[in-house]
């Protein structure tokens, strides 16, 4: 195979990988991909090469994790650089390197946003508006003047429209709910220091 169609087949393969991964599209199946670009392969040298592109896909930020910076094309040349020396079969060739280059520049942001996307949890929250009034009243006609904070959470689903929840703490209330708040970061912060 000539170096551009090699070259053209592994840019195709990878788009397949990302769209079955990131985007969801069950269409794209790994026989698929064998037929259209590699019909010539035996299925075991096909295997191969696809869990090599796979892996690499996985192995790039942010597909490794969504917290890792993005890798800018001097750390994606570097790291392609040294995958194309691996020694024994592990690595890639020039050409593969070259089209995981050209897809990387491609699809670098929409496969953030996926992951993003993938990794929110539904229904989310979409606004918050809150504001301190004085409670003039209380429900039994007692006069009342201690400060209440009104909270309303804006939620909603990817493409639905939003449901409101409206939340009303006195003093004693937000100082336990920032009580819990500083409790969970502690806990964050000592999973986070642990790994």
């Known amino acids: 195979m000539a170096d551009a169609d090699s070259q053209r087949c592994v840019s195709a393969l990878l788009n397949g990988i990302t769209q079955r991964l990131y ?3 069950t269409e794209i199946t ?3 991909l064998k037929n259209e670009l590699y019909a010539e392969m035996t299925q075991d040298e096909f295997r191969a090469l696809h869990d090599k ?3 690499l896909l996985k192995v790039l930020p942010p597909l490794s994790s969504i917290a890792s910076a993005d890798m800018d094309q ?3 040349e570097a790291f392609l650089t040294a995958q194309t020396r691996k020694q024994g079969g592990g690595g890639v060739t020039p050409e593969q390197a070259a089209a995981l ?4 520049k491609a699809h670098r942001t929409r496969v953030r946003e996926s992951l993003l996307a993938q990794s929110r949890w539904e229904p989310g929250l979409r606004g918050l508006k809150w504001r301190v009034d004085l409670h003039t009243s209380a429900s039994r006609g007692q006069v009342s003047n201690s400060p209440v904070a009104l909270v309303e959470l804006e939620l909603g689903r990817t493409g639905e429209s939003s449901e409101f929840v409206c939340l009303e703490f006195d003093e004693q209330k937000v100082n336990l709910v920032l009580k819990k708040m500083a409790e969970l970061q502690e806990s964050i912060d000592s999973v986070v220091h642990r790994s």
């Open 74 to 76: 001097t750390q994606l």
């Open 30 to 32: 790994e026989e698929f």
């Open 101 to 104: 280059a050209r897809f990387w």
């Open 53 to 55: 592109m796979r892996s």
């Open 23 to 25: 985007y969801g599209n």
